[in-house]
């Protein structure tokens, strides 16, 4: 379902904002190094099969962010193979599609659209969405009046209820209040069970154990480590003692 081969991601290096006067003091430097660039991801591959739950760790600058925005499908890569079949569903930036000035209601809609479910399809998994997020006394609400853990619930609810093939999760699994997080741990195995693939990034070691059947070590934008989720974050924790 994810194959990807010899992959590279490569930024433009950044460079400090020079005067005019340092530009030209530098200029010959400048010229030399303009080709610099920082290579996020330094050609990784593994394949990911249906139904597989794999969970991606490393440190800041690992190149974690990178290889979701790929998979996700918003950022190229530079080089490499990159092959995906299957709908991504997102669980990176909560309720990014979101209208402020719609309600709720409107905003299941259209963000249910958008991850690629037809208007009926998500009118008829609706009620379902306003259940779950618990918040359906507010609902035909702008949801610019909701507070940030409201609008985190709603968002959650219509991710998780819009019929995902991959799941690609970023370090949601505090949505809300305790009991909240309870039910949208319990929510995201549900899924996972039922055979849904999902790449899973987060600093949280326990997380990582309690809902990956694998794991990736990223490290400088290569994998360090690839296998049995003890085994790979045992050896992250000893490196980082």
Known sequence: MIHIDNLWKSY??????????EFVLNL?????????????LKGISFDIKKG???????????GKSTLLSIL???ANATKGIVDIKGRRTPLLELGAGFHPDLSGRENIIING?????????IMKKSAEIIAFSEIAEFIDMPVRTYSNGMYMRLAFSVAVHTEPEILLIDEILSVGDEFFQVKS????KKLINNGVTTVFVSHSMDAIKSICSRVIWLEHGMIKADGDPADVVGQYLEKGR
């Open 12 to 21: 433009p290096a950044r460079r400090e904002s020079l005067g005019f006067k």
């Open 28 to 40: 010959h430097k400048i010229l030399k190094n303009r080709n610099d660039v920082f290579w996020a």
């Open 52 to 62: 597989d739950c794999v969970g991606i760790i490393g440190k800041n600058g690992a």
């Open 72 to 74: 996700l499908g918003v």
């Open 113 to 121: 659209i958008l991850l690629g479910n037809t208007k009926k399809e």
């Open 185 to 188: 741990g319990e929510a995201i």
